[in-house]
């Protein structure tokens, strides 16, 4: 079966740094892109970064350059790089991926991360 597993993170300072993994398995990896969403109570998940099976990346404008994702696709995994943390960036980060026949999105259930002042 598809799972998604996430860790990484935790509670950091304003302007601090994390990195997040997201290490998956039931599928060939390699083969499709994975994202990083995240998520606070109360509003809609939005987008933080996107990589394809190729390697190419896109961000979701909130990032303005601070985030990185990456994969080794040796280890079926996929990470997110964050510095400069601000307190908006709070919330729930969550690893998905769309495959195909049938066409299903899967996610993992989640890391938290908490940014203070």
């Known amino acids: 079966q598809v799972q998604l597993v996430e860790s990484g993170g935790g509670s950091v300072q304003q302007g601090g740094s994390l990195r997040l993994s997201c290490v998956a398995s039931g599928f060939t990896f390699k083969n499709f892109a994975m994202s990083w969403y995240r998520q606070v109570l109360g509003k809609e998940r939005e987008l933080v970064a996107l990589?394809?099976?190729?390697?190419?990346?896109r961000y979701g404008d909130f990032v303005r350059g601070r985030f990185t994702i990456s994969r080794d696709n040796a280890k079926n995994t996929i990470f997110l790089e964050m510095n400069g943390l601000e307190p908006g960036d709070a919330a729930t980060y969550y690893c998905?991926?769309?495959?195909?026949?049938?066409?299903?999105?899967?996610w993992g259930r989640g890391t938290q991360v908490i940014v203070s002042s």
């Open positions: 990589i394809t099976n190729d390697g190419k990346s």
């Open positions: 998905q991926t769309q495959l195909l026949r049938p066409k299903a999105d899967y």
